[in-house]
């Protein structure tokens, strides 16, 4: 079995990735560094605990170290996993420059060590549900694709996501999901224009943005408002043949925020009312939602470190990222569109 470390205890590990981890026969829990070790006692399984993250890493006990520790450190201790030998899943994003990026998927491949990057989101539902139907051709020719990840968040929580620092903000947070799916889609635009503000009263880091990229025959849009009460719309895709609209987010964070187990048959289930809609000039139709699976990135890192078959995200797919993230901040600066 493959050993793991995890650094860090809180949501993202409780909620994305310790739940696969524990429920598969590929990994075993075997090392954690938390500053509250009593929390670890809701797990059947019985890790080592670290004080710090230097000490786990340095400690050769684990195969695999899963970094869900602020963005700020991901460079730091990603390096010092590979200096180490080990093999690095690190939350997205990978780092907090694409330069930082770029310096770790070069060490990882010199020492011939899997990097990959929790981009968890090309397993929601509704994303592959858009993926089956630009596959199938069903809208013909895209010409404007919207992708929106708003949320009611008016006041400003006491977080370090939304504290002022390197890598805060919602840019480098819901963005970097946003981005990593459209250059699933579509590869890398020619040019990027983008607002990326500070809207909210107290705000010290990003909370808004307006992005769109530039393709040589489309336009994408990506979005996201703390002031977005009510129904939010996720997907608006236009083509010559029909239209896809979608509302509502996938389900499996708030299922396993719930404890439903991955194992269950209602697990990424979307009820019927979620189902997106494809729209022409003459019918309205639903779209049955696939079933999304988080999962699925663990069963195919385990296939990567046992079979060397691909990562399910691979470190320059990170870097990619990174360098739409970068640029995008860049243009709003400059207020000002960018060409790569």
């Known amino acids: 079995m493959i050993k793991v470390g995890i650094i860090g205890h809180g949501f993202s590990a409780k909620t994305f990735h310790l739940p696969f981890i524990c429920s598969s026969n590929d990994f075993e829990f075997s090392a954690i560094s938390t500053r509250s070790p009593e929390s670890i006692?809701?797990?059947?399984?019985?890790?080592?605990?670290f004080s710090t993250p230097e000490t786990l890493i340095t400690s050769e006990k684990v195969d695999l170290v899963v970094?869900?520790?602020?963005?700020?450190?991901?460079?730091?201790?990603?390096?010092?996993?590979?200096?180490?030998?080990?093999?690095?899943?690190?939350?997205?994003?990978?780092?907090?420059?694409?330069?930082?990026?770029?310096?770790?998927?070069?060490?990882?491949?010199?020492?011939?060590?899997?990097?990959?990057?929790?981009?968890?989101?090309?397993?929601?539902?509704?994303?592959?549900?858009?993926?089956?139907?630009?596959?199938?051709?069903?809208?013909?020719?895209?010409?404007?694709?919207?992708?929106h990840f708003d949320r009611f968040r008016p006041v400003v929580g006491q977080k370090w996501k939304e504290n002022k620092g390197n890598g805060t903000g919602v840019w480098h947070d819901?963005?970097?999901?946003?981005?990593?799916?459209?250059?699933?889609?579509?590869?890398?635009?020619?040019?990027?224009?983008?607002?990326?503000?500070?809207?909210?009263?107290?705000?010290?880091?990003?909370?808004?943005?307006?992005?769109?990229?530039?393709?040589?025959?489309?336009?994408?849009?990506?979005?996201?408002?703390?002031?977005?009460?009510?129904?939010?719309?996720?997907?608006?895709?236009?083509?010559?043949?029909?239209?896809?609209?979608?509302?509502?987010?996938?389900?499996?964070?708030?299922?396993?925020?719930?404890?439903?187990?991955?194992?269950s048959m209602e697990f990424g289930r979307e009820k019927e009312s979620q189902y997106g809609v494809l729209l022409t000039e003459s019918s309205n139709e639903p779209v049955a939602t696939e079933v999304g699976n988080y999962g699925q990135y663990y069963t195919e890192i385990a296939q990567a470190i046992n079979t060397k078959t691909p990562l399910p995200v691979s470190a320059n797919e990170a870097v990619q990222v990174m360098k739409i993230i970068e640029l995008v901040l860049l243009s709003s600066q400059r207020r000002e569109t960018i060409y790569l």
Do not use: M
């Open 41 to 49: 006692a809701s797990y059947d399984a019985e890790p080592l605990i």
């Open 174 to 263: 819901l963005g970097s999901h946003l981005v990593d799916q459209v250059l699933v889609l579509f590869g890398l635009p020619h040019a990027v224009t983008g607002k990326c503000l500070a809207l909210r009263d107290n705000a010290e880091a990003i909370d808004y943005f307006n992005v769109q990229l530039h393709y040589q025959r489309f336009e994408v849009i990506l979005s996201s408002s703390p002031y977005a009460a009510g129904e939010k719309q996720r997907f608006n895709i236009q083509g010559t043949k029909a239209r896809f609209v979608k509302h509502g987010v996938d389900p499996q964070e708030q299922q396993l925020k719930d404890g439903l187990k991955p194992s």
């Open 67 to 147: 970094i869900t520790a602020p963005n700020d450190v991901h460079f730091s201790l990603a390096k010092l996993c590979l200096e180490n030998n080990i093999h690095v899943i690190v939350e997205k994003p990978i780092t907090v420059t694409q330069a930082e990026a770029e310096q770790l998927a070069a060490l990882a491949e010199e020492k011939s060590l899997l990097l990959s990057v929790f981009h968890n989101r090309r397993w929601d539902g509704d994303f592959l549900t858009v993926k089956k139907l630009l596959h199938n051709k069903v809208l013909g020719e895209i010409k404007v694709f919207e992708s």
